[in-house]
């Protein structure tokens, strides 16, 4: 089921509208896209050999920024009518440079996104977030209503709360999900409409509780954490006889932790800074000032909660803030949990 | 003069560790500098290498708090607070310039193993592991314009165990972005203060915005002077005084090393005597390699282009108020021409262009860095689009392992080949 969805995805499972739009970073609040009526769809570099990003970007720029304009220039992306780019990082924002210049898709908007979390950060980034609802709006020709946030904001939230039961069956001693599947269920739930993802969702977790095939009980297991991660990496860790138990990565678990006590308090006050504060609230990425801090602390946790028995660290190459995170990271965690 | 030979002649050619972290060294090397004086042609430049050894010999000397900065970070309040600024990429760019970086970058590798990333950087790590530079009392960074120094800094903050503090500048959000820089900045300036317990005075702030005040109107002068007719000082020393620009924003003596480079151009000019002979007027972009090496001479003195113009010594930014000095701050630091979408650097250079007369442009495509690098395509078309030729020269500022000085020449060569036949 897991592959039939992702090929789906694959194959143009949007290509019957041009309501897609596309975003790239973990910190844009794709309830934003989706308020408005139109469909987010995570880009991910796909792992494709890059060919004609070159003639835009510099050689030594991270496979996420030149894979996904690669993918947009040779077309790769045929369903989508737009795209929000995050500036995680001055690599992003040359994404988006080069996506204005490059590629004609029709709505491309830039935004910002602050690297700490404060009040007055959380207060600046629910400014932005008006900023990028209205040119959504304008663009696309809708009016967004309140309750039009909401209602995205909690298919959202339903979403993030079945992905974290998911992974809390990984806990066990014999997990029922491999690394590779949860990876394409959060793949799933970061392109396909989650008022259509959820009740399949559903049945996906009760089909592997029922069933209660372990993915393979007695393997090493194994932690990969760092920047944004290739499926292909995971695969080639389980297909040497690991087993990955938990991605700490903004395409696994990054995507949907941290963000759930916010939900309960939805309903009330401006949704756009509730947004800004979730985000900015959740778990770091490297890109954040001071995460290594936080994050060295939270991969110990990580690794605990999920019975590692090794840590895989994984940076894409150019990826300064990850490639500078690594050494702060391994000395911290390194000591305290002796066997890694 | 040779600053750099200077300094490893009189140290005895053993630039070990004790070496230069001693004070007295400094006062040693100033005293010598004093007899030199004669033989700067820039009087301005003598000064500032004063000042900068005299700022060294306080951050060894320890008596002022010492606060490393990253380049960007405005330091007018740093030098309200009377404390040292010290900045680890400047740091990198001087063990270049004295044949160290090899044995930091080298250092650095092995701790944190990658060449993919900035050596500025590395060569910063590299010396702060085998402790060569002066301990800071606490560090202030930016996010804007460079993603690896926010990153340097808390791997330096982690090995010193001081104090850091994190300034988020966006590269867009209109007034919104004012208040939020603004914000950051007050609090930073507060807790530093407290911290450090040297007291921040309306009046001290005050002062040192008028400073930056009235150093950027000399650097407007100076740069009224370039754009005439006569190009009268070397681009590789023009691109020296990014010192002040990256540390000593504030600071009096900026004042009066400005002054002095303005009376300097203005004596030049009016003997009608010219530094460089100038056949092609270019543009220069990005920075240039500190460690010892021969292109700026052959581009200047064997090709006849003279660097007209740097793009870091523009000045961007409005006066700064001292009656609202967090704001205006907050602006200066966002009006940086290259923070944000790549539009505004390109409007930045097509302005150079006109305005000093460009015959080519020249990027210093120095290795690791995105920001800078990322805008090449972009930047080329535009210039194409106005007829200016664009040269994009491979290489790195502080690492010298792989310099190949032959390739590069051939290259600056070719190009002015290009601008003649235009
Ligand atoms: S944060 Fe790293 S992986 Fe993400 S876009 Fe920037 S350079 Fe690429
Ligand atoms: S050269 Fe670029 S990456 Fe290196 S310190 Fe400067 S801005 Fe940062």
Redesign the interface.
């Known amino acids: 089921m897991v592959e039939a969805q992702e090929t789906n995805a694959k194959e143009g499972y949007f290509a019957s509208d041009n309501f897609t739009v596309g975003w790239t970073c973990s910190y844009i609040p794709e309830e934003i896209i989706a308020a408005a009526g139109l469909k987010p769809y995570r880009l991910v570099a796909d792992g494709t050999k890059v060919t004609r990003a070159d003639?835009?970007?510099?050689g030594?720029?991270c496979a996420q920024v030149t894979g996904c304009l690669d993918a947009g220039l040779a077309g790769r992306y045929p369903y989508l009518s737009g795209v929000v780019i995050g500036?995680s990082?001055?690599?992003a924002?040359?994404l988006?440079?080069?996506w204005r210049?490059c590629i004609t898709h029709g709505f491309v908007y830039?935004l910002?996104l602050?690297?700490?979390d404060t009040p007055?950060?959380r207060?600046?980034f629910s400014?932005?977030l008006g900023h990028l609802l209205l040119a959504l709006e304008q663009h696309y020709g809708r009016r967004v209503s309140q309750e039009d946030l909401w209602r995205a904001i909690a298919e959202t939230a339903e979403t993030r709360r079945l992905l974290r039961h998911l992974y809390h069956l990984r806990r066990e001693a014999r997990p029922l999900v491999s690394g590779s599947e949860a990876m394409a269920l959060v793949r799933m739930a970061a392109t396909i409409p989650k008022n259509e993802l959820n009740p399949d969702l559903v049945r996906i977790i009760d089909n592997l509780t029922a069933k209660k095939e372990t993915a393979g009980g007695s393997r090493p297991r194994i932690l990969v954490t760092g920047g944004i991660l290739p499926p292909a990496l995971v695969e080639l860790i389980e297909e040497c006889g690991g087993l990955v138990v938990c991605e700490d990565a903004c395409n696994g678990l990054r995507y949907f932790t941290g963000m759930e006590n916010t939900g309960d308090t939805w309903e009330s006050g401006d949704p756009l800074l509730k947004l800004a504060t979730a985000y900015l609230g959740k778990p770091p990425c490297p890109?954040m000032?001071?995460a290594?801090e936080t994050r060295s602390a939270e991969l110990i946790k990580l690794a605990r909660e999920y019975r590692a028995d090794g840590v895989v660290y994984y940076s894409l190459?150019?990826c300064?803030?990850n490639?500078?995170?690594?050494?702060?990271l391994k000395?911290t965690w390194v000591k305290p949990v002796s066997r890694f | 003069m040779d600053f750099y030979r200077l300094v490893k002649e009189k140290m005895g050619g053993d630039l070990g560790r004790h070496v230069l972290r001693s004070p007295l060294s400094y006062n040693i090397l100033k005293a010598l500098l004093v007899k030199s004086r004669h033989q700067y042609s820039l009087q301005a430049v003598w000064m500032m290498n004063r000042y900068a050894l005299e700022q060294t010999r306080r951050a060894y000397l320890r008596r002022d708090p010492v606060i490393w900065n990253s380049v960007f970070f405005p330091t007018e309040i740093l030098h309200a607070l009377k404390a040292v600024p010290f900045a680890p990429e400047v740091g990198a760019a001087v063990a270049a310039g004295l044949g160290l970086a090899t044995k930091f970058l080298g250092r650095a590798e092995q701790?944190?193993?990658?060449r993919?990333?900035?050596s500025f950087?590395r060569c910063a790590m590299g010396s702060v592991l085998e402790e060569y530079l002066p301990a800071p009392d606490a560090l202030v960074y930016s996010?804007h314009?460079?993603?690896?120094a926010?990153?340097?800094f808390?791997?330096v903050a982690?090995f010193y165990k001081k104090p850091?503090f994190?300034l988020?500048v966006?590269?867009?959000?209109g007034d919104?972005?004012v208040?939020?820089v603004a914000?950051?900045l007050e609090e930073i300036a507060g807790r530093l203060s407290h911290r450090l317990g040297r007291p921040l005075t309306r009046d001290n702030l005050a002062r040192a915005l008028e400073n930056s005040n009235q150093a950027r109107e000399y650097m407007l002068k100076i740069n009224e002077l370039r754009r005439a007719t006569f190009v009268n000082v070397p681009g590789s020393q023009a691109l020296n005084f990014v010192y002040l620009l990256f540390t000593a924003q504030g600071a009096p003596e900026t004042v009066q090393i400005y002054r002095q480079f303005y009376r300097d151009l203005e004596g030049l000019a009016g003997r009608g005597d010219r530094a460089v002979p100038e056949r092609r007027r270019l543009l220069w972009l990005h920075l240039k390699p500190y460690y010892r090496n021969g292109l700026m001479e052959y581009l200047e003195n064997r090709l006849g282009a003279a660097l007209a113009c740097e793009e870091m010594n523009h000045v961007y930014w409005e006066p700064l108020d001292p009656e609202r000095p967090y704001e205006s701050l907050a602006r200066k630091a966002l009006s940086h021409f290259a923070l944000?979408?790549?539009e505004r650097r390109i409007e930045t250079l097509l302005q150079l262009v006109r305005l000093y007369r460009i015959d080519g442009v020249v990027h210093f495509?120095h290795?690791?860095c995105?920001?800078s690098?990322?805008?090449?395509?972009?930047i080329k078309?535009a210039l194409r689009s106005a007829g200016v030729p664009f040269l994009s020269l491979d290489g790195d500022c502080v690492d010298g392992r792989n310099y190949g000085e032959g390739q590069l020449l051939a290259r600056l060569e070719g190009f002015i080949e290009m601008i003649d036949a235009k």
């Open positions: 003639a835009c970007l510099p030594n720029f500036f990082c001055n690599a924002v040359h988006y440079n080069a210049r830039g910002e602050p690297r700490r007055e950060a207060k600046f400014k932005n890109r000032s001071r290594a190459k150019f300064d803030v490639l500078y995170e690594f050494p702060l000395k | 701790y944190w193993s990658t993919d990333t900035c950087h996010s314009l460079c993603d690896g926010p990153k340097l808390e791997h982690a850091v994190f988020d966006p590269g867009t959000g919104a972005a208040d939020y914000g950051q944000g979408p790549v495509t290795w690791g995105r920001q690098n990322g805008g090449l395509r972009p078309e």
